[in-house]
């Protein structure tokens, strides 16, 4: 089985921490989801076996209207057939789910949204320029579940600029009392160039400490742990079996298609990329020469690849399928490597993989860095 990432870069507004690629001129989604379904066609022999997942990211694909559903279904039907899918999520803000719109993504076969939450507290919101209040996410959420969607997940950061245990408490104990099947949770990240980075260089926010993100960390597990929820890659938790189909296949190395600008695809033994540019994308779709880069991934690579991926989840790296795709002596070394983190507790072997440990967790980077490939 095989999974379809598709980028919708549009943003009504640019939020203060994001490097994805995206662009606020609205004016170009008819020509861009036009350029969308010809790239769809054009690389419809990419994958060599069925398209299980579909996944809508952004940017903020909520920003479609039906006319461009319609427009992007009916090609994907038509070039892939969706007879095999099991998982279509569709990222979106809590302030576009409206009942109209709700109702609309009812007539096509999303049966997964996942909304971009960030935090339930509506002064660091602001800080983000975020579109959306606490009062509309929680409401978005509730829309969702009676227009009839069961799979629903939330983002949430914590670092953010102000933290404290209590905010992070408080955003917790709201996401939990959602229920939803799916909450992912990521450390915030001053990526270099983006305005949040400025204000950090001008001294107007301040980075929360290594002891206060532990600390965040701890109470992320520990809390929604308790809440029920497994804790199933580092920064993913699902109640019992409901984790995301499309984003553990990356994990796991199956292949992927990612159409749009700025898109990724994997075929397990290259890798390509789109221009990071709408108008560049554009033209060359429209040209019938698609401006993208590639890259072989040799054995080294591709070995790197299966730790940094496997070893993130529950399940851990799997050692037959590394002695097999990688031979005897990669997996002498990393069993090599690896045994100082087992003797300390930190790596233990289960049903034939090599998983972190809950103290390996917390130095999840440390551990992957010493098993990977240096040639």
């Given at each position: 089985?095989?999974?379809?990432?598709?980028?919708?870069?549009?943003?009504?507004?640019?939020?203060?921490?994001?490097?994805?690629?995206?662009?606020?001129?609205?004016?170009?989604?008819?020509?861009?989801?036009?350029?969308?379904?010809?790239?769809?066609?054009?690389?419809?022999?990419?994958?060599?076996?069925?398209?299980?997942?579909?996944?809508?990211?952004?940017?903020?694909?909520?920003?479609?209207?039906?006319?461009?559903?319609?427009?992007?279904?009916?090609?994907?039907?038509?070039?892939?057939?969706?007879?095999?899918?099991?998982?279509?999520?569709?990222?979106?803000?809590?302030?576009?789910?409206?009942?109209?719109?709700?109702?609309?993504?009812?007539?096509?076969?999303?049966?997964?949204?996942?909304?971009?939450?960030?935090?339930?507290?509506?002064?660091?919101?602001?800080?983000?320029?975020?579109?959306?209040?606490?009062?509309?996410?929680?409401?978005?959420?509730?829309?969702?579940?009676?227009?009839?969607?069961?799979?629903?997940?939330?983002?949430?950061?914590?670092?953010?600029?102000?933290?404290?245990?209590?905010?992070?408490?408080?955003?917790?104990?709201?996401?939990?009392?959602?229920?939803?099947?799916?909450?992912?949770?990521?450390?915030?990240?001053?990526?270099?160039?983006?305005?949040?980075?400025r204000l950090l260089q001008q001294h107007r926010v301040e980075e929360v400490g290594e002891d206060s993100s532990l600390r965040f960390f701890t109470m992320l597990i520990d809390t929604l742990h308790a809440a029920g929820y497994e804790h199933y890659e580092i920064s993913n938790f699902c109640l019992p079996g409901r984790y995301s189909r499309h984003n553990t296949s990356y994990w796991q190395g199956i292949p992927y298609l990612g159409c749009g600008t700025a898109a990724h695809s994997f075929n397990g033994s290259s890798r390509e990329w789109n221009v990071s540019d709408i108008d560049l994308y554009i033209k060359g779709i429209e040209t019938g020469e698609r401006?993208?880069?590639?890259?072989?991934?040799?054995?080294?690579?591709?070995?790197?690849?299966?730790?940094?991926?496997?070893?993130?989840?529950?399940?851990?790296?799997?050692?037959?399928?590394?002695?097999?795709?990688?031979?005897?002596?990669?997996?002498?070394?990393?069993?090599?490597?690896?045994?100082?983190?087992?003797?300390?507790?930190?790596?233990?072997?289960?049903?034939?993989?090599?998983?972190?440990?809950?103290?390996?967790?917390?130095?999840?980077?440390?551990?992957?860095?010493?098993?990977?490939?240096?040639?």
């Amino acid at each position: 089985m095989a999974g379809i990432y598709i980028h919708i870069p549009f943003c009504k507004s640019r939020c203060v921490y994001c490097d994805f690629y995206s662009t606020t001129r609205g004016t170009l989604k008819t020509s861009y989801v036009q350029a969308l379904c010809h790239e769809l066609a054009m690389r419809k022999d990419y994958l060599d076996q069925p398209v299980e997942t579909l996944y809508f990211g952004g940017g903020t694909p909520s920003l479609l209207a039906e006319a461009d559903w319609r427009q992007i279904f009916t090609t994907l039907q038509a070039e892939y057939g969706l007879e095999h899918c099991q998982e279509i999520t569709l990222e979106a803000n809590p302030d576009d789910l409206t009942p109209t719109y709700l109702e609309m993504l009812t007539r096509f076969p999303f049966n997964r949204i996942s909304i971009g939450i960030q935090t339930f507290d509506d002064a660091t919101l602001r800080v983000l320029n975020r579109r959306h209040d606490a009062r509309t996410a929680i409401d978005a959420v509730r829309r969702c579940e009676e227009a009839g969607f069961r799979h629903i997940s939330i983002d949430l950061m914590y670092g953010l600029p102000g933290e404290t245990e209590e905010r992070w408490a408080a955003d917790l104990r709201q996401a939990i009392d959602l229920r939803v099947e799916h909450i992912s949770a990521y450390h915030l990240i001053y990526e270099e160039g983006t305005p949040l980075y400025r204000l950090l260089q001008q001294h107007r926010v301040e980075e929360v400490g290594e002891d206060s993100s532990l600390r965040f960390f701890t109470m992320l597990i520990d809390t929604l742990h308790a809440a029920g929820y497994e804790h199933y890659e580092i920064s993913n938790f699902c109640l019992p079996g409901r984790y995301s189909r499309h984003n553990t296949s990356y994990w796991q190395g199956i292949p992927y298609l990612g159409c749009g600008t700025a898109a990724h695809s994997f075929n397990g033994s290259s890798r390509e990329w789109n221009v990071s540019d709408i108008d560049l994308y554009i033209k060359g779709i429209e040209t019938g020469e698609r401006v993208f880069e590639t890259e072989t991934l040799n054995p080294t690579i591709r070995y790197n690849e299966f730790i940094i991926t496997t070893m993130r989840t529950r399940w851990g790296t799997p050692l037959a399928k590394l002695k097999e795709d990688f031979g005897e002596g990669r997996l002498e070394y990393c069993l090599r490597m690896a045994e100082p983190y087992v003797q300390a507790g930190k790596l233990e072997e289960r049903d034939g993989a090599l998983c972190l440990t809950r103290a390996g967790i917390f130095v999840s980077d440390s551990i992957m860095s010493d098993l990977l490939w240096v040639d």
